[in-house]
């Protein structure tokens, strides 16, 4: 499905992404949002956090183009390398 698609891949990224967007909004608006509307949405972002943020998103990206342009041999090999890496 993924390699025959004729579907883009940021559009795939957008359609994976929208429900979590959602579910993250609800939450912040049932828990907080006496804070976010007091002092703002990114109140306490440090340098770590975004750098936290970026590092996340771009695994992402590199994760959906794996996924999309390599066969299972080069996913295993970039799994156990992503292991080793983070360990």
Known sequence: ILKGSSTSLWIRNIQ???PSMIIALLT???QDRETVASK??????????WTVIVVQAVGG???????????NVLKTFASS???VISC
Not at 40 to 49: A, D, I, K, M
Not at 61 to 71: R, T
């Open 81 to 83: 390398f992503g292991i």
């Open 16 to 18: 994976m992404g929208i």
């Open 40 to 49: 703002g949405f990114f109140v306490g972002y440090s340098r770590t956090v």
């Open 61 to 71: 990206l590199i994760v959906a183009v794996v996924v999309k342009y390599a066969d």
């Open 28 to 30: 912040v608006y049932v």
